[in-house]
């Protein structure tokens, strides 16, 4: 059975960037795509982009192009999220999901000044 | 960017049968769009139910069952349960991009 387990909770500044990390166990990492999902206070679930670990290639909803960036280290089995030049309405809960349907616990970024 | 779309709210009585769907702007809802149904409740991470259509998830009970009819997917729950109130969404793949619905709110009543 699969297990993602996310980094810790974040505040950051608006106009600074946040890196929130998935790190995959109970099955082989090259094998995973994850996903990247977010969710708003009181809104419902947005998909951001994936990865395809094995081939390392992420692919991202065209709302978050060109200020999201997901990278994967195959020696950690660990995928990341980076989401620059935050601003207040990226305050959100984030998570990773993987095809099959798992999920992490979900990191609150808060962005905020 | 295609649009899925749900019921906005349903409620069911204890012991009663509820039917969700989830519907693509695109057209027909079929296998190749490996369909995912998801409970959330408030302050919880979502919990898959139901993926590739008619999959149940480990853990999810037999209660739920997913389907496709009349063009979308659907998620049928007999012999609701009190802690079966929850929000429900489904989750669309387009060549692997996800598109999610609005979610629906379930009421037990």
């Known amino acids: 059975q699969v297990q993602l387990v996310q980094s810790g909770a974040e505040v950051k500044k608006p106009g600074s960037s946040v890196k929130v990390s998935c790190k995959a166990s109970?099955?082989?990492?090259?094998?995973?795509?994850i996903n990247w999902v977010r969710q708003a206070p009181g809104q419902g679930l947005e998909w951001m982009g994936r990865?395809?670990?094995?081939?390392?290639?992420?692919k991202y909803a065209p709302k978050f192009q060109g200020r999201v960036a997901i990278t994967a280290d195959k020696s950690r089995s660990t995928v990341y999220l980076e989401l620059t030049r935050l601003r207040s309405d990226d305050t959100a809960v984030y998570y990773c999901?993987?095809?099959?349907?798992?999920w992490g616990q979900g990191t609150l970024v808060t962005a905020s000044s | 960017q295609a649009v899925v779309t749900q019921e906005p709210s349903l409620t069911v009585s204890p012991g009663g049968t509820v039917t969700f769907t989830c519907g693509s702007s695109t057209g027909t809802v079929t296998s190749g769009h490996y369909p995912y149904w998801f409970q959330q409740k408030p302050g919880q991470a979502p919990r898959t139910l139901i993926y590739?259509?008619?999959e149940r998830h480990s853990s999810t009970p037999a209660r739920f069952s997913g389907s496709l009819l009349g063009g979308k997917a659907a998620l049928t729950l007999s012999g609701a349960q009190p802690e079966d109130e929850a929000e429900y969404y489904c989750l669309l793949s387009y060549n692997g991009d996800w598109v999610f619905g609005g979610g629906t709110k379930l009421t037990v009543l």
């Open positions: 590739d259509v008619a």
């Open positions: 999901a993987s095809e099959g349907g798992y």
């Open positions: 990865i395809i670990a094995i081939v390392d290639l992420p």
């Open positions: 109970g099955g082989s990492f090259t094998s995973y795509t």
